[in-house]
């Protein structure tokens, strides 16, 4: 198998930075059909392919300037050299800029860092984007997909607006995002957050955990191939009570192969429990109102904008996302 270096001198031709600042956006994104484990560690190849909806303009902007030394703030803050995200962070870069350029990373998030709000994944977006910018690389997004994934799987989602897929495939050129050509301009995202602290495992550890100990994780990956294909057909012919429940079921199913790990890994909160049993009364009144959950123990709704009021209603703090409301182009 193709080593990490080896496999970005393909991509690109590390490059001297031909400008001093760049920056770029990209949205957070929410999987609906999840990635949970992978068939390549290092270059972060996923068990299973899995589709996403990005957030419009919810997500991370990533300011990159020339300096005497590299040094990262993450929503106006100062992170140590020592802290895990540091290291990731310009591990990434040595990997894309020849090692002797420094450079000031400024990221401003405007969705809640590491709330299972999946904030990792627009952050190595818009930062490959500004990287692309500042290097003029002058790549397709397909291939800045590949290079983000390296830094986060899921954000070689977060380089499209809309629905992205993401296939598993044996080779890791062929492991990127994919546009869905699909406006559902009536779909919403609720978010319910109950708690926006730094989670208890990383979502990196507890996927190779599952991975390694749920005696139930090849089970996880037969339903989410066939969950895929639910979901593609779901979302061509705009059939959301199909789209509602296949997410419900995805992310309730991979809260349960977590919770089969050894030891096993619990996100979910009472706050999390009790909110689903309100989704669930909602239904039964005849509200089509689903959700999903990823790693940490917040709740993503599912509607669309007919049911708002009534929604709001029991869920009054609700923050609510038109994924389709606006949307440049991504590409550099
Ligand atoms: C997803 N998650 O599909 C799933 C659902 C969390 C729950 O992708 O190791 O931070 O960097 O590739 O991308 C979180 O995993 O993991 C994630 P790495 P990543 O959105």
């Given at each position: 198998m193709i080593d990490?270096?080896?496999?970005?001198?393909?991509?690109?031709?590390?490059?001297?930075?031909?400008?001093?600042?760049?920056?770029?956006?990209?949205?957070?994104?929410i999987a609906l059909c999840k990635y949970w484990g992978k068939r390549n560690l290092d270059l972060n190849i996923p068990s299973t392919p899995s589709l996403s909806i990005s957030l419009g303009n919810r997500g991370t902007k990533v300011q990159l300037s020339i300096a005497p030394q590299n040094s990262l703030s993450i929503n106006g803050k100062c992170?140590?050299?020592?802290?895990?995200?540091?290291?990731?962070?310009f591990d990434f870069i040595e990997l894309?800029?020849?090692?002797?350029?420094?450079?000031?990373?400024?990221?401003?998030?405007?969705?809640?860092?590491?709330?299972?709000?999946?904030?990792?994944?627009?952050?190595?977006?818009?930062?490959?984007?500004?990287?692309?910018?500042?290097?003029?690389?002058?790549?397709?997004?397909?291939?800045?997909?590949?290079?983000?994934?390296?830094?986060?799987?899921?954000?070689?989602?977060?380089?499209h607006h809309g629905f992205v897929k993401w296939l598993s495939c044996d080779d890791p050129f062929q492991s990127y995002g994919i546009p869905m050509d699909v406006q559902w301009e009536e779909l919403r995202i609720g978010l319910l957050i109950f708690d926006d602290k730094e989670k208890l495992m990383p979502s990196r550890q507890a996927m190779l955990h599952t991975q390694n100990t749920s005696s139930l994780y090849q089970s996880w990956c037969e339903n989410s191939n066939s969950d895929f294909e639910i979901f593609h057909n779901a979302i061509e012919k705009k059939n959301f009570q199909a789209l509602g429940e296949t997410a419900e079921y995805n992310a309730l199913s991979l809260h349960a192969v977590m919770l089969s790990a050894r030891p096993a890994i619990i996100y979910s909160q009472p706050e999390t429990l009790k909110a689903i049993i309100k989704i669930h009364v909602l239904r039964q009144n005849g509200i089509q109102v689903y959700f999903t959950q990823d790693a940490g123990p917040n709740l993503k709704l599912i509607f669309l904008e007919n049911d708002l009021?009534?929604?709001?209603?029991?869920?009054?703090?609700?923050?609510?996302?038109?994924?389709f409301s606006r949307v440049d182009n991504l590409s550099t």
């Open positions: 990490k270096k080896s496999y970005v001198g393909q991509l690109i031709s590390l490059k001297i930075p031909t400008i001093e600042f760049s920056e770029a956006f990209a949205p957070s994104n992170i140590a050299q020592e802290s895990p995200v540091f290291k990731r962070t894309l800029v020849p090692k002797n350029i420094k450079l000031s990373v400024q990221s401003e998030n405007n969705i809640p860092t590491a709330a299972g709000l999946a904030s990792s994944a627009s952050f190595f977006a818009a930062l490959t984007i500004s990287l692309d910018k500042l290097c003029s690389w002058k790549v397709s997004l397909q291939t800045l997909s590949c290079l983000a994934r390296l830094g986060s799987g899921s954000a070689c989602r977060s380089l009021e009534c929604i709001l209603e029991d869920f009054p703090r609700m923050e609510v996302i038109n994924p």
